[in-house]
């Protein structure tokens, strides 16, 4: 399958600092990249969708002053956190995909934000 | 509002068993369904993914089957082994978006 990286790989921040995730498609271009967060002991819960060169599209119940997404080309998406708080900690994974076939995403290795 | 349940939440074998697991979804009006495998911490690796017009996907040990009538897709998992502890998650996919929704995941533990 296709590789997605994601950077960095841990971040640990004090409370009020900004982070941004880097997430990039490796070995093709993706049309749509996706940002998930996901709790301990809990599943994947979609944040927002993004397509290369629009506006990101988000899910109910998510800040987007907050959690900032940039999707400036077809192999690299961000996603900035602004004013971290505790409870923004958790595990960011991104996907990308494409479009047309299948619709197989492929996902990154997660990072994992720590706010102190 | 697309559902994914997936059941037994956790599951526990002997090295060599042979197992079953299962994922139901309330809109049967999905593109495709995926199996993926989340290691402690890490990210997911895909495992198979049936598309809407297929019917089971192979790939080694494993065999994935989609029943979209009745909303069930079942992970088969032959000869288990302690490699294949993790967390089992299938998602499905919506028909008029890309997103995916995920179930509530399957932790597997193969006792050695």
């Known amino acids: 399958g296709a590789v997605v990286s994601q950077h960095p790989s841990w971040v640990i921040c004090k409370s009020g600092t900004s982070v941004k995730i880097e997430c990039r498609s490796l070995?093709?271009?993706?049309?749509?990249m996706f940002w998930y967060r996901q709790f301990p002991k809990q599943s994947l819960m979609l944040m927002a969708t993004?397509?290369?060169?629009?506006?990101?599209?988000?899910e109910q119940g998510v800040e987007k002053d907050k959690f900032l997404i940039n999707h400036a080309s077809l192999t690299l998406s961000t996603l900035t956190v602004t004013s971290a708080h505790p409870e923004d900690s958790s595990f960011y994974i991104c996907?990308?995909?494409?479009?047309?076939?299948?619709?197989?995403?492929?996902f990154g290795p997660g990072t994992r934000l720590t706010v102190l | 509002k697309q559902e994914v349940t997936q059941i037994p939440a956790a599951l526990s074998v002997p090295e060599g068993e042979n197992l079953v697991l299962n994922c139901s979804f309330t809109?049967?009006?999905?593109?495709?369904l995926q199996w993926f495998r989340q290691d402690p911490g890490k990210g997911l690796t895909s495992l198979l993914l049936?598309?809407?017009?297929?019917r089971e996907q192979t790939s080694g040990r494993l065999n994935a089957s989609l029943d979209k009538s009745s909303g069930r897709s079942t992970l088969y998992i032959a000869a288990s082994q302690p490699g294949d502890s993790a967390t089992y998650l299938c998602?499905?996919?919506?028909?008029?978006?890309?997103?995916?929704?995920f179930g509530t995941g399957t932790l597997l533990a193969v006792q050695p």
């Open positions: 049936i598309q809407s017009s297929q």
């Open positions: 070995d093709f271009q993706a049309t749509t």
């Open positions: 996907s990308a995909g494409m479009t047309s076939g299948a619709h197989e995403q492929f």
């Open positions: 809109d049967s009006a999905i593109y495709n």
């Open positions: 998602a499905v996919e919506g028909g008029a978006t890309n997103k995916l929704i």
């Open positions: 993004s397509n290369e060169g629009s506006k990101a599209t988000y």
